[in-house]
């Protein structure tokens, strides 16, 4: 099997936007599971490359070819995106080699007579790339732009430093816009260089874990290569590096650890789920919160996770039984819908809607292609109608948790005042479980904010509300 053929299928299979690509990638490279280690770092690497840097390696394209990138035959416009990104960001690929292997594929797949034009567009790009490269040390002073090499291609950053920013982090610029007004330059810059670093692995060890478990664990990792770094936030949250597929690290298959992000993590922290407690996740896949959740409350407590397809509640249920969890109870329902069983028999309430997914950009590349500014406006409106339904399950003095993937203050911090305005709840201090977490200060009036750059997490958002306790009338 060719490698970049594998790389190249995938990304005109990405490009229709009908499929998830970490989604793609695992299937593919489980599919091709006895290539050579190396092969399969190669096929991952460059196709979530060419993902993250699309918008500026279009831009490159476009300055050297008389032919726009949109105009271009698909197959031709991402043969000569996977070449770019080995020229310019790949030293372990010759230049001559990139040339070569793109040109044979070109006329491989059918497109003898565009051998030319593939080969001259790299050519012109590889012998000049040395005036392409982006320095991420900052120019003139610690102002944390990324100063461009001696060229002519980029947007001027003191004159058009959106655009600049787009090209330069691959960013959609009405992104770049809404964060520039939420959090300032400053910590727009940080979010987006956040977003094109590498992102270890995250895994949350099950609390249940002996100490000698842990030590043997942590142990067999190592002796597989696998780095494993204790998280600053949560003491049973590690960030592995060097990692070859999430089933291949040590006890994954015997359930001690589930791969969950910190901020996820945090998100069950703040609910004060205890010994007993009957807690619902209404977005429940793929089921990180709801088997924490799980955990917390024990064998007298139980779980009843929720999602709106039968093959998110399929995963749920694969994850919660490696785990060995039987206080979880799976339903395929529509959080929208309103469930008059429940009204009032939940001690918590997990509400991790669907968002714009903005928080997450650094794993999930394709979100800024597809999501566009007509579904970002439509997306407060559905969170707060499942907001509307779901707080009826809360009994009083219970907890409700409204989390988000996205960085987004309209989906986010207006949601969350929003529903203190409308609903019989008040917003719970969470200071006393994420205080000790830089730049928490919100904490206290029941939320926090978390963001790329700035936290050692996802971009998220966490919003704690308690049920009031309305006292009964007597006559």
């Known amino acids: 099997m060719n490698i970049r053929e594998l790389i190249l299928d995938m990304l005109m299979e990405m490009e229709k936007g009908k499929v998830y690509s970490n989604i793609l990638i695992r299937n593919v490279l489980d599919k091709y599971d006895y290539l050579p280690a190396k092969d399969k770092a190669f096929v991952k690497r460059v196709t979530e490359g060419v993902l993250e840097r699309r918008i500026q390696i279009d831009y ?71 005036e392409l490269a982006i320095d991420e040390q900052p120019e003139n002073g610690n102002d944390g732009v990324p100063a461009v090499g001696h060229t002519c291609f980029y ?96 006890g994954f298959d015997r359930g001690m650890f589930a791969v969950q992000d910190v901020s996820s993590m945090l998100c069950v922290e703040c609910a004060g789920i205890t010994e007993g407690s009957f807690v619902v996740d209404v977005c429940a896949a793929p089921g990180g919160k709801s088997l924490y959740g799980a955990e917390k409350a024990g064998a007298a407590g139980q779980v009843l996770a929720r999602d709106i397809s039968a093959e998110k509640v399929a995963l749920i249920e694969e994850n919660a039984r490696r785990q060995g969890f039987g206080n979880i109870r799976t339903e395929v329902f529509d959080a929208l819908q ?22 997450i950009l650094g794993r999930k590349r394709d979100i800024k292609y597809n999501m566009t500014k007509e579904m970002l406006s439509e997306l407060p409106g559905i969170q707060r109608e ?80 308690r049920r009031k306790i309305v006292p009964a009338r007597h006559p």
Not at 114 to 127: S, T, Y
Not at 206 to 234: C, N, Q, W
Not at 338 to 359: F, I, N, T
Not at 417 to 437: C, M, N, Y
Request: proline share 6%.
């Open 60 to 130: 490159i394209i476009n300055a050297f070819s008389k032919i726009p990138v949109e105009k271009m035959k698909p197959l031709i416009r991402n043969l000569i995106r996977m070449s770019v990104y080995q020229l310019l960001f790949m030293d372990t690929v010759p230049d001559a080699a990139v040339c070569n292997e793109a040109v044979k594929l070109a006329a491989k797949r059918k497109f003898q007579p565009l051998k030319g034009f593939v080969n001259g567009v790299l050519r012109n790009i590889a012998r000049r790339k040395g």
């Open 155 to 250: 947007p001027d950053k003191r004159e058009y430093p959106l655009e600049y920013l787009s090209v330069a982090y691959s960013m959609p610029e009405y992104f770049i816009r809404d964060w520039m007004k939420d959090y300032g330059m400053e910590r727009t810059k940080k979010m987006l260089q956040a977003m094109l670093e590498i992102h270890p692995v995250t895994i949350r060890l099950k609390e249940s874990l002996s100490v000698e478990e842990k030590k043997e664990l942590l142990g067999k990792m190592g002796k597989r290569g696998i780095e494993a770094t204790p998280h600053p936030y949560l003491p049973y949250a590690y960030r592995l590096n060097h990692v070859d597929g999430v089933r291949n690290i040590p």
């Open 338 to 359: 309103y469930d008059s069983a429940l009204e009032e028999k939940a001690d918590v309430v997990l509400a991790d809607v669907p968002c714009s997914g903005l928080g």
């Open 386 to 465: 499942i907001l509307s339904t779901v707080w009826h399950y809360v009994r009083p003095g219970g907890i409700l948790v409204y989390s988000t993937c996205t960085i987004r203050k309209e989906e986010n911090e207006e949601n969350f005042r929003w529903f203190l305005e409308q609903f019989p709840f008040t917003a719970e201090d969470i200071s006393g479980k994420v205080g000790h977490i830089p730049e928490a200060e919100t904490a206290a009036d029941g939320f926090l904010q978390l963001l790329p750059g700035i936290h050692e997490t996802d971009g998220f958002f966490i919003g704690v509300f």
